[in-house]
């Protein structure tokens, strides 16, 4: 139902920015795109929440990415943003789009994308 496509990942130094993007298409535009979020998940750890966005801009951050991460959406273009400043070598993982899909008379269904690597070398 929902195809999300990631792109942005990379390797930089601590310190430097990168900025990772995610557009969801909807086939057929059968339903709505709502909660948006990133996660990541680096080798031998659980996959975790990084930042999230409500349809209507309501965001949430994980305390360990508060004030160097952005995460953002436009509605029109169904894609989903994320800004990363200030990057350390802990974010270094594999970090995922997730979308969140809602459809008259259906339970909510959640969609992954495959994941881009972010690489930080300190």
């Known amino acids: 139902q929902v195809q999300l496509v990631e792109s942005g990942g990379g390797s930089v130094q601590a310190g430097g920015s990168l900025k990772l993007s995610c557009e969801a298409s909807?086939?057929?535009?059968?339903?709505?795109?709502?909660?948006m979020g990133w996660y990541r998940q680096a080798p031998g750890n659980q996959r975790e929440l990084v930042a999230q966005?409500?349809?209507?801009?309501?965001?949430k951050y994980a305390d360990s990415v508060t004030g160097r991460f952005t995460i953002s959406r436009d509605n029109a273009k169904n894609t989903m943003f994320l800004q990363m400043n200030s990057l350390k070598s802990e974010d270094t993982s594999i970090y995922y789009c997730?979308?969140?899909?809602?459809?008259?008379?259906?339970?909510?269904?959640?969609?992954w994308g495959q994941g881009t690597q972010v690489t930080v070398s300190s």
């Open positions: 997730n979308a969140r899909l809602w459809r008259p008379g259906v339970s909510s269904r959640d969609y």
């Open positions: 909807v086939r057929n535009g059968n339903g709505v795109i709502n909660d």
């Open positions: 966005i409500t349809r209507d801009g309501t965001t």
